[in-house]
Antibody, heavy 120, light 106 residues
Framework: QVQLQESGPGLVMPSETLSLTCTVS????????WSWIRQPPGRRLEWIGF???????NYNPSFKSRVTISQDTSKSQFSLRLRSVTAADTAIYYC??????????????WGQGTLVTVST | SYELTQPPSVSVSPGQTATISCSGD??????VGWYQQKPGQSPLVVIY???NRPSGIPERFSGSNSGNTATLTISGAQAVDEADYYC?????????FGTGTTVTVL
């Protein structure tokens, strides 16, 4: 059974960089797409971007100038870096898996989510 | 940017049918997925590619998509179905989620 687990600081200072890692167990990164999705308190889900096992990435244009997603296949991990954060970036951050790119995609496995608060 | 709009809330009596709509421009030309999210939990896909149920999802969940509206139907709703539901589609450059609908079974 595939499991995803997010890890990283729960508090980030404004203007700093938010960094999270997702560790995948029960499977490898190969042949799947791996996304970061966030949910501000009381609001809808928001897709940030994905990485494919080949290293190809695709980002939501709303985040493109601030975000980098990378992977370490030897550790079955992929990571999110979001630069220049503000209070509006406070959210629960999820990592999720999908088998396809584009239309027809569904996110079939999710991490439990981790709350990141941007505050002094 | 592409917008998916859902009603904020839907109420249904136990055993009755709940219908949740998701509206977007020419949405019928895109595949839609539906996610159930209970408080404090991660989303769970209940419908993918408009009409398909993943393994383990009860048959009372069904989906359709035509024109500008996709619909999630819960036939014979149960108390365990109380949750937030989100639709999701690909707009050509991003995955987009709907505004969300809270389903209350009472």
């Amino acid at each position: 059974q595939v499991q995803l687990q997010e890890s990283g600081p729960g508090l980030v200072m404004p203007s700093e960089t938010l960094s999270l890692t997702c560790t995948v167990s029960g499977g490898s990164l190969t042949n799947f797409y791996w996304s970061w999705i966030r949910q501000p308190p009381g609001r809808r889900l928001e897709w940030i971007g994905f990485i494919y096992h080949t290293g190809n990435t695709n980002y939501n244009p709303s985040f493109k100038s601030r975000v980098t997603i990378s992977q370490d296949t030897s550790k079955s991990q992929f990571s999110l870096r979001l630069r220049s954060v503000t209070a509006a970036d406070t959210a629960i951050y999820y990592c999720a898996r999908h088998e396809e790119e584009g239309s027809g995609t569904s996110f079939d496995y999710w991490g439990q989510g981790t709350l990141v608060t941007v505050s002094t | 940017s592409y917008e998916l709009t859902q009603p904020p809330s839907v109420s249904v009596s136990p055993g009755q049918t709940a219908t949740i709509s998701c509206s977007g421009d020419e949405l019928g030309d895109k595949y839609v997925g539906w996610y159930q999210q209970k408080p404090g939990q991660s989303p769970l896909v209940v419908i993918y590619q408009d009409i398909n149920r993943p393994s383990g999802i009860p048959e009372r969940f069904s989906g359709s998509n035509s024109g500008n509206t996709a619909t999630l139907t819960i036939s014979g709703a149960q108390a365990v179905d109380e949750a937030d539901y989100y639709c999701q589609a690909w707009d050509g450059s991003s995955y987009v989620f709907g505004t969300g609908t809270t389903v209350t079974v009472l």
